[in-house]
């Protein structure tokens, strides 16, 4: 209870209400101790009196205007439910905040529209934040259980709860998307993107329309989601609670049935649905009892799709989708089924042979409809050992009927969970802790309650004493950790509620019982819980008008439970011979369902029972589980995985019945409050301390309250001296070690008497300065009163004298008359009160005694008579207990009996039955030993036929062995030539020639291709030219084309923006692609333990960075030149798409369509089939050359044969010499078909694609380009081949960081330019290419090793920047004719152009600059980004700035969350000297002013847009003092930026929304001109960032003021009127990456002359020229 001091006038108290449930008013006198009333006044203006006397009492005292819309309720200085609820209607409505903490627990509201606050910028916002410093959020909840379960290595659970209708689903939904986003980044992999997708399948078969919420979740599920030890996601697990099964045959007025059958119905027209037979929703029975088949702004055809695509990523198969979809079309035409009555009465029922809709029931399940149609409408039973079949009436088989489709779902939902279970289920390797989100259903009433809201209002009674221990736990670690003395605090516990529903003759325990009974009724179990509970229970009534149900008071309200229909439920039979009928199905997806069924088995991971079979025969023990025992035990083990974790509560509201946006129903929310737990967490906190000050908090906000000597250095000791004096009951406030505590309502005295202390501080100094300000005046007005007092007082004192004589003589007669009248009246009054005083006591006096009297007497009578009655209705009970006990033993006595006897006559007929198993049993067996023996006899020849063609081979070899002896031999033996062998060296010397002149006439047609080529270059050189004089003709039009270069410029900054995106996104994806290969790999070496297959993706690499191994093979595009072509053909989005399509292509080289990848992104797709087709051509180019090396050893083999038998001893010198003539011109004509190749193709990928189509049909004729002009230059450096890859292991890829960082600039890059120009003027065109290609892969590996280093990127950086602009200026593209004659005429060698095409060179270095630039980027971010927010917002670089401006404040600090270390100690040092590190690293490599102004455009913004948004989620940042602090911090900032001359290129233009933000934080808050001024001020933040930093305000010290709402309101007017130009986003995007351009700078003249090579780069090997 509050201190009654502070009910003083003009306090404000909250007084219930009928409609608004508590209203505000204001007193309007103090209140005395004592007082029966106490006037206030309403906010409409009405005076009323309000009574204190109990029962009502005092009523709760309102907050100070400072806290009001505070973020977090334990923060408020009165915790009650007024205080709760205005607080949450205050930020729901005037803030439009949704989220509120209580404590532990987020208080979410549903706005029912969608809020722009749950996107990424948002989540990078939260990512690594501490929850008390950012606003409520669900993200906040999901990063404080994220980072508690790394930094602890705990396992976490966030428990979601709330009505229908609340947002719970979503909640859940987002929850996981931040776990996918946070917990994805480490790898890459596609399991995050598995969890998001298991949401949309969960909800098509989960999910329904009900008249609370349009996508109500009508079962409960916890999702595990499992992280490695590197915080990543590998795996998941669900399991999910009381599906309502009910559903799927019944829907009540405005309810539709789960989502998944009215997305088949609007799908139905698909070609692949056209054999399910279906029809609009409105046809079936199952769909159209709500008689609302649509919801609002859904489409269920495109929610199908999305469905099918997350079964597609889940990795289930297209056909076995169908399989699912044929399932649940047959429910729907399972419900259409029309079951007729017969025989008299209708006892009989039966289905017409022709029904059509049992027809494609049984068509689409694989089943016999004839047999389906004869047990739908009969049962067999098993009477006196025989087995009868009794016909059912109508309504029993469509009961039946009913029972069976739900089972049906029920088996194909288990099926799903579980599939969906294994495809998320972690394959390479166990979780180290996990995450579980509980999405389960809230407390339910409603005019009708079953037995799905008692197993409901079970689970929450179960959450709610979970939640209620918790929060008593950490209220008592909270007071152990401070050392205080506590004592228990006292909570409701509803554990007498749980053990009612669950304890031994529970309510569950008796009904279980009544289910085993034969004849068990609803009724006989609503007597057995009257007779059992009723007057013993308090939490058990039974309803006055009805005999049939009962009533449990749960926690949150009083529930009456219909007793009709539990049983049926609670038993949940299926008959079995339908079941027995859909085991046999033809489809292997329905007999799955139900053989698991069959075997006993419960599906994983999933707690929804199984239906009991009910037959002939008794089922086994199994199946006779009931649904509420299987419920039992699931909440069971979800309690004790809850309580093996640390729990996040997250409590979802709904305003208001109508699902209008925004609109607050106090009933509602009130009533929910009571019902999620929040009420009794402020209960909970309020009995203890709720209030908790830091002794430095204490000390700084009430020092003006302290007595005595005040010591800085000890102010735990000061304040506890001094608090004695201010509240003397000690019971009112705890010391611990670091913090003091105060009961409820004690901050609010101390801010009383502090406000008192300084209002007479400030009267004292006002007292003063008006003193002095009067006596000026009066020394003023002395001086001129002096004068006329002299000459008026003399008449002054005759005329007083004169009066002073006739007053005396008037006042003494009248004294005198007055004293006698007053004497005479006294007199006569006291003597009549004393008389009448003394009858009145004596009349009372005798009517108390004769009162006590009457009481003694009536209360002896009454105990005599009640002691009589207790005794007898005690042995009523006794005799009544016992007798049925006797008959329940006798009874069961009698069931054991018959069971044993029953069991004794049936085990001769189990033996007869098992004769004939037997045989077939030892039939199979034999069959199985005669197949093994078999198997075993294959396996052994086939190791003969491997033996036999083993030894085959060796003897080949050995005998060709032997062959080359003998013929060597022979040679050496034979000392002349014979005529025969001079005639044959003739005419092979003629064949020779032959074949030399055929060369070369090719060689002289390829030439002569090669002039033509030439020849049509220098027609489109001339073209060329001719358009270059058409384009300065147009230059006179130069003032048209100025208009339109602004926006030319802009689609290039667009399109260089979206090629270095593309480039960004395609590194990423070949480090995902590294990934998955390495994670293949790792998956192929752990299932095969001896031969290990490489994978066909490595197949495709060349295996030297220099080199190819096969020269005739077709030149397929790299990684970079496929990105390049799609993203610099605009036009042709698919290369690909003339002269020969992929998919034909495809075709003809026999690779199958992958139907069951998922590819994002068209060009990603098309990219991938043409790797895929790629691969295909190599493995025939393999497999041709194979056989073709095959036919030439078989040749051989003849011609060894063949000089064998005829003894032939040729082979001497000249035909030695011969041969290598005929190697070497094969070797030419093989270099000039490659630069044939280079200068017919282009390189794109249609025309590689194209020519390798052309390449696998035809073969091409060689021809011959003609000889290169080669130039001999001096001062170049020459490499040998053999050294190529020694030079790159030096220079660039094993090159140490000490070495690199004191080698010149640009030192590799010039090293390499010289060994390539030389390569180039010896004519060697595939070496240039290949020591550029080894370059810039060599390069790319250094990035990668050096990944967190800054110099060395920087470094790598500039070189790749330095040779992309050496190629650039030696391309002989570059250079034109008349120039190369000019460097000629001048003798300069320096720029003569190089002889090779390196223009794919130049891009790949482009592409190389793009990523190191990137990388930079990257490091520099990371090193910035824990140290921006504690440094722009949190540090104090003007000191004392706000120590002397403490909030009041109640909350509790947590602790941070982020196990990365805590950043307390970051100022703007630290940001300046990382970005100095930065500025050192690019000066030190020479590198442009431009890039440097790009760079530091990029890393500026990314500051400023962090700062901003974590000032717009971070109320306690918003205020006055802070708004300085932020613009002097920036003020720093472009001061380090002035002194490097970088405040240009859009460097401080990035600072303005953050300087704007600052502004609005100082500017004035009151009048419409303020708000003027503050729009026109404010040009570059949105209006939702004004809007949130006025809402965020908060004032820091008693002289700022808060903004008020009518001032919010006014400037949202004003901007409404501001242009639509402004971006209209709430948070800025982190993400955000400016384009990059590298402008050309010809770098000067590269020779040896002036390049001294370093001897710690070890390359002497290399040889000046």
């Known amino acids: 209870m509050a201190t009654t001091e502070l009910y003083t006038k003009g306090a404000c108290v909250w007084v219930p209400d009928l409609e608004a449930v508590w209203i505000s008013a204001q007193l309007l006198r103090d209140y005395r101790s004592g007082d029966q009333y106490i006037l206030i006044q309403l906010n409409d203006g009405r005076e009323m009196e309000y009574p204190v006397m109990p029962p009502a009492g005092l009523?709760?005292?309102?907050?100070?205007?400072?806290?009001?819309?505070?973020?977090?309720?334990?923060?408020?200085?009165?915790?009650?439910?007024?205080?709760?609820?205005?607080?949450?209607?205050?930020?729901?409505?005037?803030?439009?905040?949704?989220?509120?903490?209580?404590?532990?627990?987020?208080?979410a509201l549903n706005p029912y529209e969608q809020l722009p606050v749950y996107g990424e910028e948002v989540i990078d916002a939260y990512s690594g934040q501490d929850m008390a410093d950012m606003e409520p959020h669900i993200f906040s909840v999901a990063e404080e259980s994220y980072r508690t379960m790394i930094r602890e290595e705990k396992n976490q659970s966030i428990i979601i709860s709330g009505e229908s209708g609340s947002g719970k689903t979503v909640s859940a939904k987002f929850t996981m998307r931040y776990f996918a986003v946070v917990g994805g980044a480490a790898r890459q992999t596609s399991v995050e993107e598995k969890v998001l997708a298991s949401n949309p399948i969960m909800e098509a078969i989960g999910n329904a329309k009900t008249t609370r919420n349009d996508n109500s979740s009508r079962f409960g599920k916890y999702i595990e989601i499992g992280f490695g030890p590197k915080g990543d996601i590998i795996g998941a697990n669900m399991r999910t609670y009381l599906l309502e099964k009910s559903r799927v045959v019944f829907q009540t007025s405005d309810e539709r049935n789960y989502h998944i059958f009215y997305q088949l119905c609007a799908s139905r027209d698909l070609p692949e649905f056209r054999t399910l037979k279906l029809d609009s929703p409105e046809n079936f029975h199952y769909t159209n009892q709500g008689q609302n088949t649509h919801i609002p702004d859904t489409d269920d055809a495109v929610e199908l799709v999305r469905t099918r695509n997350a079964f597609t990523i889940l990795g289930v198969q297209t056909d076995q989708q169908m399989e699912i979809f044929h399932i649940l079309a047959a429910i729907l035409h399972l419900g259409n089924v029309n079951i007729q009555a017969s025989g008299r009465g209708g006892d009989r029922s039966y289905i017409d042979a022709h029904d059509r809709s049992l027809a494609i029931f049984a068509k689409l399940l694989g089943v016999e409809g004839a047999q389906m149609a004869q047990w739908l409408c009969h049962r067999r039973l098993t009477v006196g050992g025989e087995m009868l079949v009794k016909p059912m009436t109508g309504q029993q088989a469509n009961d039946a009927r009913d029972a069976l489709a739900k089972h049906v779902y029920e088996q194909l939902f288990a099926w799903t969970v579980q599939r969906l279970n294994s495809s998320l289920r972690a394959h390479r390797q166990q979780p180290k802790s996990f995450i579980g989100v509980l999405d389960i259903y809230g407390f339910e009433t409603f005019d009708r309650n079953s037995f799905e809201q008692f197993c409901i209002n079970y689970a929450n009674e179960k959450l709610q004493q979970q939640f209620n221990r918790h929060v008593f736990q950490l209220e008592q670690e909270e007071y152990l950790r401070e050392e205080l003395p506590w004592n228990r605090i006292e909570f409701s516990d509803n554990q007498p509620c749980i053990a009612l529903i669950e304890g031994q003759l529970g309510l569950l325990d008796l009904l279980d019982e009544e289910c085993r009974m034969p004849k068990g009724s609803d009724e006989n179990w609503a007597r057995k819980l009257y007779d059992q509970h009723l007057n013993r229970s308090a939490h058990f009534q039974k309803p006055r008008m009805s005999n049939f149900a009962f009533i449990i008071l749960h926690f949150a309200d009083m529930v009456q439970y219909e007793c009709d229909g539990f049983l049926d439920k609670n038993r949940d039979t299926v008959f079995e011979e339908p079941i027995n009928i859909l085991r046999a199905s033809q489809s292997e997806l329905v007999a799955e369902l139900f053989q698991k069924e069959s075997a006993g088995e419960v599906p994983p991971n999933s707690s929804l029972p199984n239906g009991n079979l009910r037959s002939g025969k008794r089922a086994h023990r199994e199946h006779k589980l009931t649904v509420g025992f299987q419920f039992r035990q699931s909440l069971q083990l979800l309690m004790e995985t809850l309580n093996s974790t640390t729990p996040h509560y997250v409590r979802c509201i709904k305003p208001n019945d109508l699902k209008q946006p925004f609109l607050f129903d106090p009933k509602r929310a009130v009533q929910q409050l009571r019902a999620c737990g929040v009420l009794e967490t402020i209960r909970i906190s309020a009995a203890g301390y709720p209030s908790r000050w830091t002794y430095e908090e204490f000390f700084t906000r009430y020092r003006v309250l302290l007595?005595?000597?005040?010591?800085?250095?000890?102010?735990?000791?000061?304040?506890?001296?001094?608090?004695?004096?201010?509240?003397?009951?000690?019971?009112?406030?705890?010391?611990?070690?670091?913090?003091?505590?105060?009961?409820?309502?004690?901050?609010?005295?101390l801010e009383k008497l502090r406000g008192d202390k300084l209002q007479a501080a400030g009267v004292l100094i006002q007292s003063w300065v008006r003193g002095w300000?009067?006596?000026?005046?009066y020394q003023k007005l002395r001086r001129a009163t002096i004068i006329l007092q002299r000459y008026t007082r003399g008449t002054l004192a005759r005329r007083l004298a004169w009066s002073l004589r006739y007053t005396l003589a008037a006042l003494i007669i009248q004294k005198t008359y007055r004293m006698l009248a007053v004497r005479q009246l006294y007199l006569t009054i006291r003597e009549n009160t004393i008389k009448i005083q003394a009858f009145f006591r004596g009349t009372q006096a005798r009517r108390i005694y004769r009162k006590m009297l009457v009481e003694r007497a009536v209360v002896f009578l009454q105990a005599r008579v009640r002691g009589w009655l207790a005794r007898c209705r005690f042995k009523r009970i006794r005799d009544a207990v016992v007798l049925l006990q006797c008959c329940v033993r006798r009874q069961a006595a009698r069931k054991e009996l018959r069971r044993l006897r029953a069991e004794?006559?049936?085990?001769?007929?189990?033996?007869?039955?098992?004769?004939?198993?037997?045989?077939?049993?030892?039939?199979l067996q034999l069959r199985a030993d005669q197949q093994a023996r078999e198997s075993a006899s294959l396996r052994e020849t086939l190791l003969v036929e491997r033996e036999a063609h083993r030894s085959e081979v060796e003897q080949l070899r050995s005998s060709l062995q032997k062959l080359k002896i003998q013929l060597q031999e022979n040679i050496n033996s034979t000392p002349s030539l014979t005529e025969k062998q001079q005639e044959e060296r003739r005419k092979a010397e003629e064949r020779t020639a032959q074949q030399i002149l055929h060369l070369t006439q090719e060689i002289q047609s390829l030439r002569a291709e090669r002039d033509s080529l030439e020849k049509e270059r220098n027609e489109l050189g001339v073209c060329l030219q001719e358009q270059q004089k058409v384009q300065q003709d147009k230059d006179s039009h130069q003032q048209s084309v100025d208009q339109n270069d602004a926006s030319v410029l802009a689609e290039l900054e667009e399109e260089r923006r979206r090629y270095q995106s593309l480039l960004r996104e395609f590194t990423r994806l070949e480090q995902r692609y590294d990934n998955l290969r390495d994670m293949s790999m790792f998956t192929t070496n752990e299932r095969s333990h001896g031969h290990r297959r490489t994978d066909s993706t490595v197949s495709l690499e060349p295996p030297s960075p220099v080199s190819t191994p096969f020269s005739n093979s077709p030149v397929f595009p790299s990684p970079e030149e496929v990105r390049r072509i799609s993203v610099t053909s605009p036009t042709d989005r698919r290369p690909w798409g003339f002269e020969q399509p992929l998919d034909v292509l495809m075709e003809n080289v026999g690779v199958a369509k992958d139907a069951s990848e998922k590819m994002k992104g068209e060009d990603l797709r098309h990219a991938y089939d043409a790797v895929r087709v790629a691969n295909k051509l190599l493995e025939m180019q393999l497999l041709s050359q194979r056989a073709q090396w095959e036919e030439e050893i078989s040749a051989l083999r003849m011609k060894l044969q063949q000089a064998q038998i005829r003894g032939d001893t040729g082979g001497d010198t000249e035909m030695k010499d011969l041969a290598e003539q005929v190697a070497v011109r094969d070797q030419e004509c093989s270099r000039m078909r490659r630069e044939l190749k280079e200068l017919k193709h282009t390189v794109t990928l249609r025309r590689i694609l194209s020519y390798a189509g052309q390449f696998t049909s035809e073969s091409q004729d060689p021809t011959s380009p003609p000889p290169q002009k080669n130039h001999t230059l001096a001062g170049l450096l020459e490499c040998r081949k053999k050294d190529e890859n020694k030079l790159i292991k030096n220079l660039i890829t094993d090159l140490?960081?000490?070495?690199?960082l004191s080698l010149p600039s640009g030192i590799a890059a010039r090293v390499l330019f010289l060994c390539i120009r030389q390569a180039d003027c010896s004519g060697d065109q595939m070496r240039v290419k290949g020591l550029c290609s080894a370059a810039v892969s060599a390069i790319k590996t250094a990035l990668k090793k050096h990944g967190n280093d800054l110099n060395m990127t920087a470094m790598w950086l500039k070189n790749a920047s330095l040779f992309k602009d050496l190629l650039n200026q030696h391309s002989p593209h570059k250079v034109t004719d008349l120039q190369m004659l000019f460097f000629e005429m001048r003798g300069s060698e320096e720029h003569v152009p190089l002889v090779t095409d390196v223009q794919e060179s130049v891009r790949a270095f482009s592409d190389l600059c793009i990523q190191a630039y990137q990388q930079l980027l990257s490091i520099t971010e990371s090193r910035l980004q824990p140290i921006i927010v504690p440094a722009m917002l949190e540090s104090e670089t003007i000191p004392g700035l706000s120590g002397s401006s403490v909030k009041l404040s109640s909350g509790r600090k947590r602790a941070s969350s982020d196990p990365r270390g805590t950043t307390e100690g970051a100022t703007m040092s630290a940001v300046l000297r990382e970005l100095g590190s930065s500025h050192t690293a690019l000066s030190r490599q020479d590198l442009p002013s431009a890039l440097l102004e790009q760079t530091f455009h990029q890393l500026i913004y990314t500051l400023a847009a962090t700062t901003l948004n974590a000032l717009l989620l971070r109320k306690d940042m918003c205020c006055w003092n802070r708004g300085l602090q932020i613009r002097y911090n920036v003020s720093l900032l472009e001061e380090w930026l002035r002194c490097r001359s970088l405040q240009t290129g859009g460097t401080v233009t990035a600072l303005k929304p953050l300087i704007q933000a600052a502004q609005l934080l100082q500017m004035t808050k009151k009048t419409e001109a303020d708000g003027q001024a503050m729009?026109?001020?404010?040009?570059?933040?949105?209006?939702?960032?004004?809007?949130?930093?006025?809402?965020?305000?908060?004032?820091?010290?008693?002289?700022?003021?808060?903004?008020?709402?009518?001032?919010?309101?006014?400037?949202?007017?004003?901007?409404?009127?501001?242009?639509?130009?402004?971006?209209?986003?709430?948070?800025?995007?982190?993400?955000?990456?400016f384009p990059v351009t590298f402008p050309y700078q010809p770098p000067p003249p590269v020779s040896t002359a002036h390049l001294e090579i370093p001897e710690s780069l070890k390359l002497s090997f290399l040889r000046r020229l």
Do not use: W
């Open 773 to 777: 300000l009067q006596q000026r005046q």
């Open 707 to 749: 007595r005595g000597s005040l010591s800085l250095d000890d102010m735990g000791r000061s304040c506890q001296r001094s608090l004695a004096d201010l509240i003397p009951d000690p019971e009112q406030y705890c010391f611990g070690k670091t913090k003091v505590f105060f009961r409820a309502g004690q901050v609010a005295v």
């Open 1575 to 1633: 729009v026109q001020t404010c040009s570059a933040l949105s209006n939702q960032q004004i809007v949130k930093i006025l809402s965020l305000y908060t004032p820091q010290s008693d002289l700022e003021e808060r903004v008020t709402l009518n001032f919010i309101r006014i400037v949202q007017g004003l901007l409404k009127g501001r242009s639509d130009g402004q971006p209209p986003q709430l948070l800025m995007d982190v993400r955000r990456v």
């Open 1296 to 1300: 140490r960081v000490d070495v690199a």
């Open 59 to 107: 009523p709760p005292l309102g907050n100070p205007d400072i806290l009001e819309g505070e973020n977090d309720l334990t923060a408020l200085t009165f915790l009650h439910e007024p205080a709760v609820l205005h607080n949450l209607r205050v930020r729901f409505l005037d803030y439009s905040s949704i989220y509120t903490y209580c404590g532990i627990v987020l208080v």
């Open 904 to 923: 004794a006559r049936s085990v001769e007929k189990y033996r007869e039955l098992n004769k004939g198993m037997e045989v077939k049993l030892m039939q």
